[in-house]
């Protein structure tokens, strides 16, 4: 629809000038509560709400009587507050998204009323809302204008202290609205969609809602939270769209659906942030805390902790796409080894079916004879086999007719409601079901198959879109469509712990809930500088959503300007690799030869970048420990340790990797940047030179075999202290730790195993 600046419906994305028989929507305001009380733990307000009228002048329609709805109102714990509302729909209590921590227990509230206020405070005495009844001291002079509409006036407390205001009178005058409180969106007669805002201040920021290409702040933009192939990473467009956020004020919003939902983060109004949501609810969690990382954490005990990848999973992962045979495999396999190239994963895309691309789950028999063989040997020799598949199946699959006649598919209903590219559900006949529960057990015993003969890793592909024009056992398509993310992980991290006691996926769609299910990685960015740059971006904002383990593809997925051929240049080779270095997993794939041996002027470099990596091991392991319990990721953006610090919530090309290390990837052939160090005491990785904290570096410049990283002063870096081809050559009682203080002299100088 075309913009028309007419405040509020801009965001609404209705247009107000059709006319009612068409259709059109009719907006419904919350007005000032009318009645209170308790409910179980809770309590529950009865908010009436008033139609407006059908034009760009926001007004009561008074000729259409109020409909009343509750407000549920729920605390768990002080630092966790429920606000919800179903307009003729009923809130659900649990879902796939949720997974609450067993010492999350909903405490009980009271309230205490008087004629112009009504408190809610929990069972410490603790206020945790405030609904103002009172009228607005206004000074009559003029009559020119009628008086404000009556809106609902609440302010939250997630925590007893942290305010967060419902946006009651964002207008110019009274019929001139940008923001509106609360309010639902009636179509055909039936509440069709919800909406909410909150105040924003003047300098408040805001962070995460998923994996977001943009920059730190995300203040001024508006987000569709619609899961879709990315294609790339320097777009809107995204395939992991989580809805929560950050704000620097130190609160944290989830909002509990699947359903399509926008956010306008200080945008449509600069002092709004506004939610709409394609159905007739809100349930929303308020969650208020001291720092980023608590927050991230109380988010966390709604929606789940991950576990710690295998140990195997943090080495390199070598792949393109595709390799097409045993012999490939092999030959690449050998050549690494022999050539001193350490490495823990080789991963085959799409090239191991009958057919490229035709995922049927099986080996193609003439050119991997014998799979069990196959796969036993690479492990012999220290490799772990990763292979790719996606949840569509085509008409020509071996069990297409299989997966029609028992319902496993989403069965097509004729319309014609998808988007997409040449690698989206367009291509194939239908999409694995996974709310129903016999398809998902149906799927677990395909990968079960493939498990049981070695393989360690399912690459979940795709999974951000499905057949919207199909119909699915348990859930609408327009509410899968975001959640189908979490349920196609879950089912393969299942199997895979259950088969192997390894719990890995390698992922990338997202939705709230799919962290529990690690790795994901950051889609086809461009084998390019800007494509490494909205890597990064992507990386801190999903780390700022809840994600605490994150790759990305190595260097980049596809070519530019060819998609396919393009010359992948030295210097981005081994600047995306040093970034890779420093990120929880590494893996190699794009369109074309990803190899480091055909890359022979930089070679001996990527070795020792990938020896560094082994080396570093003891000490990311230990920083993924800590992303199971903590809100913290393994990449983390400068704010979770500088909230103060205004800089940093600005800053999208560097960031904390793990506790103690400061990176800064070099994302230019200048070999020079500007470098931002935070407070505290810094010690240059690679050289030893000593840093003082909160100051900008200028035009820092790092040679090729170095780039700009940082370590805090007086950590106790634990290292591995010998060379070797694999994880599984590993023995982690022969740890050895590295005091960075003044007698350091650069890593290169103290492990004396990397040439």
């Not at 206004?138 to 419902?166: C, H, Q, R």
């Not at 890995?504 to 500088?529: E, N």
């Not at 506790?659 to 070999?671: H, K, Q, R, V, Y």
Request: glycine residues 6%; aromatic residues 14%; negative net charge.
């Amino acid at each position: 629809m075309k913009l028309t600046n007419h405040q509020f419906f801009d965001f609404l994305d209705f247009d107000t000038n059709l006319p009612l028989e068409q259709g059109i929507s009719r907006l419904w305001k919350a007005c000032k509560p009318i009645a209170i009380n308790q409910s179980d733990l809770g309590i529950v307000l009865t908010v009436p709400f008033q139609c407006q009228l059908l034009s760009n002048e926001i007004a009561p329609d008074t000729s259409v009587e109020q409909k009343n709805y509750q407000v549920c109102l729920q605390a768990f714990g002080s630092k966790i507050l429920r606000v919800s509302i179903g307009f003729d729909k009923e809130i659900m209590q649990t879902s796939d998204m949720l997974d609450i921590a067993s010492d999350v227990k909903e405490t009980k509230l009271s309230f205490e009323k008087s004629q112009e206020v009504w408190v809610v405070k929990d069972a410490d005495g603790v206020k945790r809302a405030v609904f103002n009844l009172s009228d607005s001291e206004i000074d009559y002079w003029s009559d020119l204008l009628p008086n404000p509409e009556e809106s609902m006036e609440a302010t939250f407390y997630p925590d007893g202290k942290k305010e967060v205001v419902v946006s009651a009178y964002d207008q110019f005058f009274p019929n001139r609205m940008d923001a509106m409180c609360l309010s639902f969106i009636e179509k055909n007669g039936k509440p069709n969609k919800a909406s909410i805002s909150f105040h924003a201040k003047a300098d408040e920021k805001f962070v995460g809602t998923g994996e977001r290409f943009s920059k730190m702040d995300l203040s001024g933009h508006t987000f569709q939270l619609k899961n879709q192939d990315g294609q790339g990473v320097n777009n809107k467009r995204t395939y992991k769209n989580i809805p929560f956020y950050l704000s620097s004020e130190m609160y944290g919003m989830f909002l509990h659906t699947s359903s399509y939902c926008k956010f306008s983060m200080a945008d449509f109004s600069t002092r709004s942030v506004q939610l709409l949501v394609e159905e007739p609810i809100l349930d929303i969690f308020l969650i208020g805390e001291d720092t980023p990382e608590k927050i991230i954490y109380q988010y966390k005990k709604l929606t789940g902790f991950p576990v710690v990848p295998p140990l195997w999973s943090f080495g390199v992962w070598m792949s393109k796409m595709t390799y097409f045979s045993e012999d490939e495999v092999n030959e690449i396999c050998d050549r690494l080894r022999n050539e001193d190239f350490p490495c823990d994963v080789i991963h085959l895309d799409t090239g191991w079916f009958k057919t490229d691309w035709l995922c049927e789950w099986k080996f193609n028999s003439e050119r991997f004879p014998d799979p069990e063989r196959f796969v036993s040997n690479l492990k012999k020799n220290g490799y772990r086999v990763s292979l790719w598949q996606m949840p569509y199946i085509s008409e020509q699959a071996e069990q297409y007719e299989e997966a029609k006649n028992e319902n496993y598919i989403g069965t097509l209903n004729g319309q014609v409601l998808q988007g997409g590219s040449n690698f989206s559900t367009l291509d194939y006949a239908g999409t694995i079901d996974f709310t129903n529960p016999k398809a998902v057990e149906w799927y677990k015993d395909l990968l079960r198959k493939l498990l049981k003969m070695g393989v360690a890793c399912i690459k979940t592909d795709f999974g951000e879109e499905i057949h919207l024009d199909a119909d699915y056992q348990n859930m609408a398509p327009e509410f899968l469509n975001n959640l189908y993310a979490l349920l196609y992980q879950k089912a393969a991290f299942e199997v895979t712990q259950e088969v192997s006691g390894e719990g890995v996926v390698w992922a990338r769609a997202g939705w709230a809930g799919c962290q529990r299910y690690p790795i994901h990685w950051g889609g086809d960015a461009a084998a390019s500088w800007d494509g490494m740059a909205g890597s990064l971006k992507g990386g801190l904002h999903l780390g700022l959503s809840g994600f605490g383990f994150w790759s990305h593809d190595v260097p980049g997925f596809h070519g530019v300007p060819n998609f396919m051929n393009s010359i992948i240049p030295d210097d981005l080779y081994v600047r995306w690799t040093q970034f890779g270095v420093f990120t929880s997993h590494i893996r190699y794939h794009g369109t074309s030869k990803r190899e480091p041996y055909y890359y022979p002027k930089i070679a001996s470099t990527i070795r020792k970048w990938w020896k560094l990596r082994y080396a570093l091991l003891p000490y990311i392991i230990k920083q993924g420990e800590k992303t199971t319990s903590t809100g913290f990721p393994v990449l983390r953006a400068l704010l979770m340790h500088h909230q103060d610090d205004k800089m940093c919530w600005h800053l999208d090309d560097q960031y904390y990797f793990g506790d103690d290390f400061l990176i800064a990837p070099m994302m230019n052939s200048e070999n020079k940047r500007d470098v931002y160090l935070p407070e505290g005491n810094w010690i240059n990785f690679f050289t030893g030179e000593y840093f003082k904290g909160q100051q900008w570096l200028k035009s820092f410049e790092a040679p090729m075999q170095d780039m700009p990283v940082w370590i805090k002063q007086n950590t106790i870096l634990p290292i591995y202290p010998e060379a070797v081809n694999c994880t599984d050559e590993m023995d982690m009682n022969k740890v050895a730790q590295i005091k960075i203080d003044k007698s350091f002299k650069g890593i290169w100088n103290h492990i004396d195993f990397i040439e």
